[in-house]
């Protein structure tokens, strides 16, 4: 039986901090070696999440009067991880309701607000009680939250991290994954057709005309781009990110620094 979800982020979470002990330890073939496991380990959770879209797809819509089956957390952590990059609000409404079913409305920005609040809190009080927590991606400038963006506590730092030229580089992976999880659908969605529509639009080569959008096509020409940004903006995130897990806290590596006023220095 193949293993949950559940147990494939607690098993994530554990690799993740004896990687961290593995390396502050300079033993790296234990580091390496942990490494791959946990590679191994987030392949597992990328397939076992688009099993879960793929039975979303074919279970009958719930009606207007239902109540949601997941909680507002856990859709936000569905669409995140089919992402694979922070995201705001809007997007990740949309990405639920295209590839899960309709999305409560506790999905509203303004609600995910108190959401990443209420998840700091928790983890302040009790770390590492949760297999993940919904977190903020980091400006790589200041290390402080980025306005508007979600993230996801188990991914690494350095993808948490937005740089100047994040914001594109992830937009088109999330359109890469967006087509890769449409084109393992058993049957056309017309939301997912009017999502994956929305990224092409953007990246040039992706759309043939407003009506036509292949997956294949998509992924093409969102790696062609990438290609041209990947470099420069991994090398940005990676320095902010040591300069992150040098200056910061486990908490604040998730949830960002304060930024303070310094009296008596104008």
């Not at 793929?54 to 109540?67: G, L, Y």
């Not at 939301?191 to 407003?210: E, H, N, Q, W």
Request: glycine content about 4%; overall charge neutral; charged content about 30%.
């Amino acid at each position: 039986m193949a293993e949950s979800i559940e147990n494939l982020e607690r098993r994530i979470d554990d690799l993740r901090a004896a990687v961290r002990r593995a390396v502050i330890a300079r033993d790296q073939p234990r580091a390496r070696a942990l490494r791959a496991e946990l590679r191994g380990a987030e392949r597992a959770w990328e397939q076992a999440l688009t099993d879960l879209a793929d039975d979303a797809e074919v279970e009958a819509p719930p009606s207007e009067h239902d109540a949601p089956l997941v909680s507002v957390r856990e859709q936000v952590h569905h669409a995140l991880t089919l992402l694979s990059a922070p995201a705001a609000p809007k997007l990740i409404a949309e990405v639920h309701n295209a590839f899960f079913g309709s999305a409560s409305p506790g999905l509203a920005a303004g609600k995910l607000t108190h959401l990443r609040r209420d998840e700091e809190r928790s983890f302040r009080t009790a770390r590492h009680s949760r297999p993940y927590y919904l977190c903020s991606a980091l400006t790589a400038d200041h290390l402080a939250p980025a306005r508007g963006l979600l993230a996801v506590s188990t991914w690494p730092l350095e993808r948490r991290i937005i740089g100047p030229l994040s914001p594109r580089v992830d937009f088109l992976t999330a359109a890469i994954k967006v087509a890769e999880h449409a084109s393992r659908m058993s049957k056309e969605n017309l939301g997912v057709v009017r999502l994956l529509r929305r990224f092409a639009s953007t990246i040039p080569g992706a759309a043939d005309g407003y009506e036509s959008v292949d997956h294949a096509i998509v992924i093409m020409a969102a790696q062609a781009e990438l290609e041209v940004h990947a470099d420069a903006d991994r090398s940005q995130r990676e320095a902010a990110a040591e300069r992150g897990r040098r200056q910061m806290d486990e908490a604040e590596q998730l949830f960002g620094s304060k930024l303070r006023v310094l009296r008596g220095t104008a």
